[in-house]
């Protein structure tokens, strides 16, 4: 069992088991993508090929087009967030993954298994090589931390030796050993949040599901089971399609990304280039939340949108990657002999890139915010004159 | 009060707790599973199966709608089949046993409706099977309030089994009626009515006592 050939060996030190004894514990490795036999179609892990999802009619409810014209790959090994908001079809997507949901059309293929065309027992088999978290966690409230990790294994009719040592690996590996005897409402929200995470491990899955996992976590606990994620994606080469409305989870983890609007894929790419050009009105929405796009209430309050004697002509520079945009206030400065003001700024490091926006305040008269609009308008980066303050 | 009636009575006490516990027993052996299909058998369910949801509805309905005193005259015909005697603790046995299953299942079927949909959905992700669910999930999930359903269909169970006395059936019921009734021995009656509130006091605190036992969702610690 722990040594098959398929896996590597890891060492992990076990202390509910046997706590002086090392185990040598498998998982499976990210396959590189240049080994993978075959073209394109071989690297993504999972395919999404011309999917639509309806719901028919029922009862009082009409019926709803969840999604059409799904039609792209989640790349082997790689964290792949799926953003949209509330109804924008992400739950139904991430469910046709694991087979929980039937397209209409189109097919879902895993691992070169089109799981749309499984059912009864193959379903189930297909289903233990694919992990799903929870934005409510869904554990069993009648079952200890370590008996929720066991429930997949047991179902997978492991023997209770292999269970034993494999939810005592999992423990340690979600940083929670401590808890094994502990019952969910004994629990916080992160180690709740982490059995879950175990217990999506169990059965050494390769393709690791989350939906809205983090939702329902305050930012700092957020923070902590994201870098789990990641260190789970960089360790055990699984595959993470994480469904959210929140750019920033998508920001701290994701590598590709998403976008769905009313059922429809509308912009995906790396996240670096979706963060430094969103092309459409949703994505630079989301962008808007993570970045600061909005004025602040107290500042839009006292805009004014005529000149104010020795008031500042306000104006936002979004910062995009360009290099330009780095180091925008101090050249103005500079170059102009300007004193900018800084009255608002949010910068952030995405994909190596900086993103985000500077809201400058520029003294003098009209014909100073000229010269300082003119001079930014021989960089390509956006810049918008919001108005005036006093 | 004689040595003989007291004798009477621990012997009626033992006939009563006879025929409550068999019939708490089968009941709940028919009642269970029916009670986990009914709420499992609704459109887009583990078991979708409307038409024979709806169907199983109305027979237990119709079951828990006929009063218990008239049940136990119309089904003598079945009960001789079954017990030989319509007459006695034994025979009683069959229609307590009807009375409660239909009253089971539905209390079984509100327990389970009460586990949280998401940890269906939840067993479904990592491929179990319906019946896993029902098993791993649903009725361990659901225990703390079956118990308290089972217990609350035991305390029924006692009452109906005081009304079989008034047809021959032996137990508590039976004693209360023959002397306290129709020999007019006040204090037979009284002490029959003792018995039995002890009875269903006892029932009712280790029925609350094992749910909130096996009840995870509060703090124990």
């Known amino acids: 069992m722990f040594c098959d050939t398929l896996f590597v060996s890891c060492k992990i030190g076990i202390s509910q088991v046997n706590a002086h004894q090392t185990i040598t514990l498998a998982e499976p490795v990210l396959a590189p993508a240049s080994i ?22 029922y009862r009082d409810k009409p019926s709803v087009q969840a999604l059409q014209d799904i039609d792209f790959g989640v790349p082997r090994g790689s964290i792949t967030g799926v953003i949209g908001r509330s109804g924008a079809g992400k739950s139904s997507l991430v469910r046709l993954i694991n087979g929980l949901e039937k397209p209409t059309a189109g097919r ?18 297909a289903q233990h090589s694919i992990g799903m978290i929870f934005q409510h966690f869904n554990l069993l409230s009648s079952r200890t931390a370590a008996d929720n990790i066991a429930l997949p294994l047991e179902i997978a009719g492991w023997s209770k030796t292999e269970i034993a040592i494999r939810v005592s690996e999992l423990l340690e590996l979600v940083g929670i050993g401590d808890k094994y005897d502990r019952y969910p409402s004994e629990l916080s929200g992160g180690q709740k949040q ?33 870098d789990l994620l990641a260190s789970i994606n960089r360790e055990l080469g699984v595959t993470i399609v994480l469904i959210t409305h929140e750019m920033s989870v998508v920001r701290q983890l994701a590598k590709e990304v998403v976008v769905i609007d009313a059922g429809l894929v509308v912009e995906r790419g790396h996240v670096a280039d979706i963060f430094t050009q969103p092309k459409h009105e949703i994505t630079q929405k989301f962008l808007a939340e993570v970045l600061g796009d909005s004025v602040s209430v107290s500042l839009a309050r006292r805009l004014e949108q005529r000149p104010i004697p020795s008031g500042q002509a306000v104006v936002r520079v979004q910062l995009r990657g360009t290099d330009a945009g780095d180091t925008v206030a101090s050249r103005v400065a500079r170059e102009l002999g300007i004193d900018v003001a800084l009255l608002a700024a949010r910068v952030d490091e995405i994909g190596g890139q900086h993103v985000g926006s500077l809201t400058l305040g520029i003294p003098g008269d009209e014909t100073a915010h000229r010269r300082v609009l003119s001079w930014l308008s021989q960089y390509p980066i956006p810049v918008e004159h919001l108005g005036y303050v006093a | 009060m004689s040595r003989d009636l007291i004798s009477l009575i621990i012997e009626a006490t033992g006939e009563s707790l006879f025929m409550v516990s068999v019939a708490a027993s089968l009941a709940t052996l028919f009642g269970l599973p029916i009670g986990v299909f009914l709420a499992t058998s609704q459109k887009g369910e583990l078991f979708a199966a409307p038409s024979v949801n709806a169907a199983l509805g109305i027979i237990v309905n119709a079951t828990r709608s006929t009063p218990f005193i008239i049940l136990v005259v119309a089904i003598i015909p079945f009960t001789r089949l079954i017990a030989g005697t319509s007459i006695g603790s034994s025979a009683a046995i069959v229609p307590l046993t009807i009375a409660a299953a239909p009253f089971i299942a539905r209390l079984v079927e509100a327990a389970i409706r009460e586990v949280d949909g998401g940890l269906i959905e939840t067993a479904a992700s990592f491929g179990a099977s319906p019946l896993q669910i029902v098993l791993k999930v649903l009725i361990p999930e659901a225990l703390p309030a079956l118990v308290l359903a089972l217990t609350l269909a035991v ?67």
């Not at chain 2, 079989?164 to 204090?187: N, S, T």
């Open chain 2, 155 to 221: 305390v029924s169970l006692l009452g109906y089994s005081a009304m079989v006395g008034a047809v021959g059936g032996g137990g508590l019921g039976d004693l209360g009626i023959r002397y306290g009734y129709q020999r007019f021995m006040p204090e037979m009656m009284l002490a029959v009515v003792v018995v039995l509130i002890v009875l269903v006091q006892s029932v009712q605190t280790a029925g609350d006592y094992l749910a909130r036992r096996l009840n995870r969702r509060l703090r124990h610690r």
């Open chain 1, 36 to 57: 993978a036999p075959g073209g394109t179609e071989e690297i993504s892990k999972v395919r999404f090929e011309r999917v639509a999802k309806s719901y028919p009619a």
């Open chain 1, 108 to 125: 879902v293929i895993v691992d070169g298994q089109d799981i749309s065309a499984l059912s009864g027992k193959d379903l189930r088999l």
């Open chain 1, 194 to 226: 982490r059995v879950g995470i175990a217990r999506a491990l169990a059965t050494r899955p390769t393709v690791l599901l989350s939906d809205e996992a983090t939702s329902a976590l305050d930012p700092q606990t957020t923070r902590s089971i994201l």
